[in-house]
C-alpha cells in the first residue's frame, strides 16, 4: 500500500521535508526529526526496559540498523511501541514502505509536520528486554505463557456454528476509470508512463509531451491493457493489442516461365542453381485512391503518346480505369495562365515564377510568402531589396563602397543577370562575366547577344549584383535561428512551396528521397556527403517528387513541429508527416528507401486524415522489424539453396495500421521490405531482351522477380529524375558561392526551371502531341528571354513593357515621354499608372524637364475632381510649389503629394486631403505660385 495524501487545511501551509542523512537510500525518504526532546509523540512514550529514554535518539539508531530490515510484525494498541509515532493515523495497521517515486514526484503534494517513518526499523537494543519477551520493536509478543501447549491433542477447537443465512454476495467488479483530460492533467509522471506503456505508447518526452501523448490515445480509443505489458524491443509503440502473425506459404511452387532459350538465366542467379519460389496466401485489401482526372481535362484518352518512360507495368494497365494514376499540370493552372503545346518556355517559367506583381495571378493571402497576406511575390521585389541593401550601406556615396559607380538596381538588371547564370549552365565559362564580353575580346567565352543587351557597364553589374542582390526584405527582422535558418531565402521558399502545388496534381505513385544543394564555401547547415554523392558536399533536403517533378521539399536544417516531436517521433520522420499532410487526396502511395522507413513512420503516416500508404526498403535493426522474419547470411552451398526465401508477417489488432507487412527475401543477400500498398506478396514474372549466344539475336526473356522489390524499384525513381535534370545544366558549375544562401537561392531558381520544362513535357505527352523544345533548347529560350523579353519573348510584345523597363549600362538614356494624362481609369490599379503603386521601382524624384514652370498634375486633377471636360487651365492652390518628377512614372508631383501618388491605391478618397496641404501653408509672395 502507499501513504495516502495528506489532508492540509488551506491556512496550514506543509511544511518542507527535512534534510536527508546519509543512508543511501535518504534521498527518496524523509526522516524528519526523530529526537526525543522535538517530537511530541516521544514525550508520552513509555519507557523500556534496558533503554534510557532522556538520552534516546531514534533517528541515529535507526540510520546505524537500516540495513538490516526485519519482516513487518504486527502489534496491538497494548503493545509498547516506538513506531507508535509513526505517520500513520493508527497504530494498529501494518505499513508498507513507499516507493522512491512516490516519495519524489514532483507533482504529489509535500508532507505534513509528521514526517512518515516506516516500522520495521529495530529500536530495542537491551539484551535484558529481550530475554523478558520485547521483541526488537520493543512490543511484547502477541501470545501469552497460556496459548502455549505443546500437545496439539490437549487443544480443543470450538465448533463452527452452523448458519442458515445465505452467503454474502461477492463484491462488485471494480470499475475502470475513465480518463479525461482534466483527470490526465493532475497525473504525476509515474502514473502517466503507466497509462501509456498500459497502451503501447512511448513515454520518452517531459511531463508535458506525455499528457498530450495521453489524451491523444484516450481521444483515439487505444486499447489497454490491465496492466503495463513489457514485449521486445521491436513491439515498442504498437498497441498492446497488436501482434506480428507469419503469412502461409501456398504448397505449390511458382511455375517457372518459358524461354525460346532455356541456357538463359534470372539476373541475381547467374552463378548459382534456380531454385523453387513460393507466394503467400495472403492477400489484402487497400484502402483506394480518391484522386481523379477532374484537373486534367487535357487527357487524350484516345490517341495517347507513346509513353517513352519505364513504369510499373501495372500502373500502365489501370491508366483505362476510373481515378487518376499519373499526376500532371493543373488543367485550372494552365487556364489561368493561358498555357498549351504552343506556350513559349518563358510562359511556363513565369507561371511559376512571375516576373512583376501584375503579372503574379495567384493570391496573396493564399500564398501569405511575407507573412502578412497582402504582399505578392515576384522578381521584381528582389531588385527593390537589392536597392534597399545597397542604400542601407550607401552604396555609390563618397567614402563608401563603390563611390560614384553603383547604379539602382531596375527589375531588367535582375533578370539579366539570371539569363546570364542559365546560359552559363548550358555552356559554362571560368568566370560569368567572360559571358558578358562580346567574340571581339572573348573568342571562346564571349556572346555578342549578351554584350549588346547588358551594355559596357557590365563588370559594375556584375560586382553590385555579387554584393547586393538579395531575396528578402532586409528590413525585416530575421527570427531567431533555430526558428528560421533559411531567412535570407525564406519568402522565396514559401512561394515555391505554394506555386509548386498549384501548377502539379500528384499522382498516386510518388517517391520520397533527399536532394543535395551543392555549396563549396562554410556552412554549419553543410552536410558531408561528397564520398556517397556524386555532386558532394551540400546542404541537404528531403523532397516529395512525380516522375522529376518537385511537389514538396523540407529542408534538414529547418525547425520541425514540436507537435511530432512530441509524439516520440525523430526530426527526419517530422519532416516527411508535414509533407504528408500537405496531399490533397486520400490513399497516396509512397516509396522511399531504407534512410526513411520504418514501422512507427508507416502507422503514423496512415493515421492521418490523407491516409498515405509507404513501401520500402527497411533496415533490419532499430526499425521495427519482427524477429520472425529474420534470415540469417549464409555462405556456400546453403547460400545458393537460400536464394528465393521468402518470409513475412503482418500487423494486426493495431489501430494505426491495416495489414502492414514486412517481408524478407533471400537474394545474393538477406533484405527486407515494408509495405503499406501491396495486395499481395509473392512473385510476378518480368520480361526484358537479353542476348542469346545460341540464337545470336536478342530474344525476350522472362524471369520471376519479387513483387515488393519491384514495385519498389519501378517507382522509387522520380527524384532521381529530378536531380538529374536539375544538375544536367547546372548553374554556376565553375565559380564559387562565397555566400551559403546563395547555393539555396540556385537550387530553388534550378528546380523552378525542371519543374517548368515538366509541366510542358507531361501536357504534350498526355495531350497526345509531340512537345517543340528539348530540355537544352528549353532553358535556352528562357535564359535568352530573361535577358531581352522584348525581343526573345513574342507574348511580352502584346503587353506593356513599362514595368520591366532599363537601359543599357553605359548607354545615353532615350528622351523623355510625354507624361501620362491622368484620369481615373489611368489611375486605377490596372491602368497605364499603375506602376506608382509598383515597390520594386525606385521612385526617386528628379528635377522637371520640359516646362520651366512645371505643375502637380495631382494637384490638377484632384481641383477637377477627375473630371477630364473640366476646366484644365485652372491652377490650383500650391500646385507649382516644390515640384519634381517621379523617374519611373514619368509625371510631375509636388513633395506633398509625392507619398500619396505612390501609397494610396484610391486617390478619389484623398482629394480633399490633396486640395488642402499648401492651402494650410503660407503661399509664396505671387499670387497662384
Known sequence: MSFPPPQLNETTPPQAPAPANNHPSAA??????????????????????????????????????????????????????????????????????????????????????????????????????IDDEYNSEGNHCFFTDELIVDDPDAFVEDAIEESNQPPAPPPPPEVPVVLTEVLIQTFNVARLKEELKRRGRPVS???????????????????????????????????????????????????????????????????????????FVETFDRIPFTGDTKDMGYINKRSPRKNRHKFLPSRNLRQGIAGRVRGGPSAAFLRKHQLDEHSHPMDWFTALMPLTESTNLEDAAKANVTGDGTKKFSVANWAAYSNLKATIVNAGEDDHIFAGKFKQFSPSDIMKMMGIMIIDGLNPSPQLTSKMKSQKDDRTHGNDFIADAVGSGYQQLYRSFRHFFACQDPLKIPPPKESCPNVKVDEFFRWMRFIFKEAWVLAQECSVDEQTCRMQGKSEYKTRCGKFKRIGDGIQADCIADDGYTYDFYFRNEPVRKKWTDMGMCPMHGRLMHMFECFRDVGHRVKMDNLFVSVNLAREAYSLKQKVLTHGVIRKSGRGVPSQVFIEPLTGKAEERARGTLKAAVLTGDSKSSDLVVACCYDQKPFYMLTHSSERVGWVVREKKVWSSALRKNVPFKFLRFNLSDEYNHEMNDNDIADQLRLQYRMQRLQRNQKWWWALWLWGLEVTLVNAYKMMTRYCELKGVDP??????????????????????????????????????????????????????????????SIRLDTSQSHMPGVPEGSASPICQLHRWALNNGNTKGDDNKLPSGSRHQVARCKSCEVNLCLSCYEIFHTKADLEAELDTILSVRNDRKKPGRKGV
Open 28 to 129: 527518496t525518504m524523509d526522516l524528519g526529526d526523530m529526537g526525543a526532546a522535538t517530537t511530541p509523540a516521544a514525550a508520552a512514550m513509555p519507557a523500556l526496559p534496558g533503554i534510557d529514554m532522556e538520552n534516546f535518539d531514534a533517528s541515529g539508531a535507526m540510520s546505524l540498523l537500516m540495513d538490516t530490515p526485519d519482516p513487518i510484525v504486527e502489534s496491538t494498541p497494548n503493545d509498547l511501541s516506538i513506531s507508535a509515532i509513526a505517520t500513520h493515523d493508527s497504530t494498529d495497521s501494518p505499513l508498507e514502505r513507499p516507493s522512491a517515486v512516490e516519495l519524489t514526484s514532483p507533482s504529489r503534494p509535500k508532507f505534513p509536520s509528521r514526517t512518515p517513518e516506516n516500522i520495521t526499523r529495530f529500536t530495542n537494543f537491551s539484551d535484558a528486554a
Open 205 to 279: 518526452g517531459n511531463k508535458n509531451a506525455l499528457v498530450d501523448r495521453l489524451i491523444e490515445a484516450v481521444n483515439s480509443n487505444v486499447p489497454v491493457a490491465a496492466a503495463p505489458v513489457v514485449r521486445e524491443a521491436f513491439m515498442n509503440n504498437l498497441d498492446v493489442t497488436a501482434k506480428w502473425k507469419d503469412l502461409t506459404l501456398k504448397p505449390d511452387p511458382v511455375p517457372m516461365p518459358e524461354n525460346s532459350d532455356a541456357s538463359l538465366r534470372p539476373p541475381t542467379e547467374q552463378d548459382a542453381p534456380i531454385t523453387a519460389k513460393y507466394d
Open 772 to 833: 517543340k523544345y528539348s530540355h537544352h533548347d528549353f532553358r535556352e529560350k528562357i535564359g535568352y528571354g530573361l535577358i531581352d523579353p522584348e525581343n526573345e519573348w513574342p507574348k511580352r510584345k502584346s503587353k506593356s513593357p513599362q514595368p520591366l523597363s532599363g537601359r543599357k549600362r553605359g548607354s545615353n538614356p532615350k528622351a523623355t515621354t510625354r507624361s501620362a494624362k491622368f484620369t481615373k481609369n489611368s489611375l486605377s490599379r490596372d491602368g497605364k499608372l
